[in-house]
């Protein structure tokens, strides 16, 4: 059976260029110009959609070229890499800065003078993860007024995997992790890079924290390849439980 996908509209973006905007049911990832095709968040599709779309590339490379565009790389696999140019486009600070100052602004968003200097320092602590300092500072949006009252990291979550680890009660960690999904958005790839900057900067033996820093390693690399996050997540804990 051939599942195929409802157009809903499709926009002329550029009156110059040919260049559309094809809005299909549950995603705004897809546009159409003369002879080149744009996919966006490709790391966001399962290995079998980005094997489907390799084939696709191979059957038309010689009439279209395709534009893949992803925030993480190592999420994209090797076949789908090895037919792709690589372009690692990355904003600056400033950049970063006046870009989410304009989404304040056009949400309508107050900022005070008392609060410019902390909505620096909070996305300066969270670059170049725009998207996560977007999400931090929509937090401190109160009334339609920017109220950050803090940019300390809030590291309980990170202590709590550390003590865990630590007391080899790791068993009774996976639903407090569950629970706290919200903390850090279900991102669990986000959440290990965390715990290995945040175990770098702990008293452990320099041998010891270097096999737990091969394991957190080693579940990043897995995480591209599985279909359950969270349960690589729990086996990396294990893992470093038994370290």
């Not at 803090?150 to 550390?162: E, G, P």
């Not at 702990?202 to 349960?231: G, N, Y």
Request: net charge positive.
């Amino acid at each position: 059976m051939i599942k195929t996908l409802k157009i809903k509209s499709i926009k002329k973006l550029d009156k110059k260029v040919t260049v559309y905007d094809i809005g299909v049911n549950g995603t705004n990832n897809f546009f159409v110009g003369r002879n080149q095709i744009l996919t966006g968040n490709c790391d966001g599709l399962t290995g079998q959609a980005q094997a489907a779309l390799r084939n696709t590339m191979e059957s038309f490379a010689k009439y279209t070229r395709f534009i893949l565009t992803a925030n993480y790389k190592h999420k994209i696999i090797p076949a789908l890499q090895s037919r792709c140019q690589f372009l690692d486009i990355k904003p600056t600070l400033e950049d970063g800065v006046k870009r989410i100052y304009s989404i304040l602004k056009q949400e309508g968003i107050e900022i005070d003078d008392a609060q410019k200097k902390k909505f620096v320092e909070l996305v300066k602590a969270n670059f170049p993860d725009l998207r996560k300092a977007i999400n931090e500072i929509q937090k401190n949006c109160i009334g339609g007024s920017l109220a950050i009252t803090s940019v300390t990291v809030d590291n309980s979550l990170l202590q709590a995997i550390y003590t865990a680890i630590e007391q080899k009660s790791v068993i009774s960690l996976r639903k407090h992790l569950i629970e706290n999904e919200n903390s850090f958005y279900g991102d669990y790839d986000t959440l290990m890079r965390d715990y290995l900057n945040y175990l770098y900067n702990q008293p452990v033996q320099d041998l010891k924290k270097k096999e737990m820093i091969a394991v957190i390693a080693d579940h990043l690399w897995r995480s591209a390849h599985v279909l359950d996050k969270e349960i690589n997540c729990f086996a990396c804990w294990i893992n470093l439980e038994r370290v």
